[in-house]
């Protein structure tokens, strides 16, 4: 079913319900009062002759006058009728003899115990009240009142068709007005997929939910657009930095192909080609790596890591394989007790990422040295990772963690521009934040924060 439809049947049944739920209180509510009022008249007839009963009856003076006074009243209800009994249930009085059906003992008995009943008997409504010896009961039809109902019930039934064909027909129109800002934005989107990417959907003026999801669409589309060029950019890069090893792999073989060599030359040919291969499957397991590291692997996060002796451990490793290397640690506003300066996570991952840092610290800085800080507090951990060396561009500061990523100052320095994804990604599945901030010619600093 369409969305049009759907919201035509639901906007329907909403007002079926509640025209239903009307019509039905305002008949039954009729429908009560008039026979309240019905019995209400009924009971005026039985007092009235209640009222004549000492007079007429016990007296029996001018019976005949009564009943004579009774069939000409001008209020005369249809089929009405009077009847009095003494109180061996005796017929002593009747208004119109030739229509007049015995009335059962049992309800003749019940006005007797209560005094007054409202009952239905033979299709006629009645009331009885017990007076002294006698019991007095008016009975008439609710003719009246019955073909009042029925008009109603076919006055009904015709108006609420012509409503629920009236409003379905409105709730048509409405509906397509209301998806017509959605359709809108499906034909803007269609225009725009795949190849109109830099183009954007339109706001509308009211500051309504069409305009909201507009703006959501929107920010989607620049993130589409967005990752469609890293996309682009990754393939290029891991492209490049899969052929230059390749091409120099091929190319050495080739040569070595052209004529006979001595042994110390194909043995040089071999391990320049097995130093390309190494590169090669280093660059295949840091990219399994990455593909590994997702925000959504918890299950790896199950240990208490303390940072401080996690920054030892880092500094050792990468002075014992490069000794050339300076590594300063520093600590600054250092918590009480040593518990805070632990974070729930995987200490592995952790010393990969710290690793990466504080060898490209100091790979680029001018005298190889990087200078790392501590601090914590009983709410966070920060630790800074810094340089001395030729900082990065301002504008690039934002593509650094995207995969094979690397910049034009550094496209000498030996890399594959995975390092800093990884450390982004590891940082992120700690539920940390990364920043970084650099000065040409100075140098940058890389601060995480826990």
Request: contains cysteine.
């Amino acid at each position: 079913m369409k969305l049009r439809q759907e919201i035509t049947l639901r906007f329907l049944i909403v007002v079926m319900a509640i025209l239903s739920i009307t019509m039905f209180s305002v008949y039954f509510f009729t429908s009560f009062f008039l026979n309240k009022n019905f019995y209400r008249r009924l009971n005026n007839r039985a007092e009235t002759v209640v009222g004549w009963l000492n007079q007429t009856i016990e007296s029996r003076k001018d019976i005949a006058f009564l009943e004579s006074l009774l069939k000409n009243r001008k209020d005369q209800i249809t089929a009405e009728e009077i009847i009095v009994y003494d109180n061996f249930n005796r017929v002593v009085f009747v208004s119109n003899a030739a229509q007049v059906k015995a009335i059962e003992s049992i309800i003749l008995d019940e006005i007797k115990q209560k005094n007054r009943i409202e009952f239905v008997e033979n299709g006629f409504d009645g009331v009885g009240i017990a007076y002294k010896k006698y019991i007095v009961i008016a009975m008439a039809k609710n003719q009246y009142a019955d073909e009042f109902l029925q008009q109603m019930r076919w006055m009904m039934i015709g108006l609420w068709t012509f409503s629920i064909i009236f409003i379905g027909l409105i709730g048509w129109f409405y509906a397509k007005k209301t998806l017509e800002p959605i359709e809108k934005i499906g034909t803007e989107l269609n225009n725009i997929f795949p190849k109109n990417l830099n183009k954007r959907l339109e706001y509308s003026q009211n500051k309504d939910e069409i305009n909201n999801l507009t703006i959501t669409i929107n920010q989607l589309l620049d993130r589409v657009e967005e990752g469609l060029g890293l996309q682009k950019m990754f393939i290029g890069n891991v492209s490049h930095e899969l052929q230059n090893p390749l091409t120099r792999i091929s190319s050495q073989l080739e040569v070595s192909l052209l004529k006979e060599r001595r042994p110390t030359e194909y043995q040089t040919t071999i391990n320049s080609a097995l130093e390309d291969i190494t590169d090669l499957v280093k660059l295949t397991q840091n990219l399994l790596k990455l593909s590994r590291i997702t925000a959504d692997n918890n299950e790896l996060l199950a240990e208490s890591v303390r940072l401080d002796e996690l920054l030892f451990d880092t500094k050792a490793f990468v002075l014992k394989n490069n000794p050339n290397y300076k590594i300063e640690i520093a600590f600054d506003a250092l918590p009480e007790e040593p518990e805070h300066l632990c974070i729930v996570g995987n200490s592995s991952l952790l010393k990969i990422a710290f690793i990466n840092l504080v060898q490209n610290a100091c790979k680029f800085s001018s005298d190889n040295q990087a200078l790392v800080n501590l601090s914590a507090t009983d709410f966070y951990k920060v630790i800074h990772i810094e340089d001395k060396g030729i900082g990065i561009e301002a504008q690039e500061i934002e593509y650094i963690f995207q995969p094979f990523y690397r910049s034009s100052k550094i496209s000498e320095t030996k890399g594959y521009g995975i390092g800093l994804s990884l450390v982004d990604r590891i940082i992120k599945m700690h539920s940390g934040k990364i920043k970084v901030t650099s000065q040409i010619g100075v140098g940058t600093k890389f601060s995480i924060i826990f």
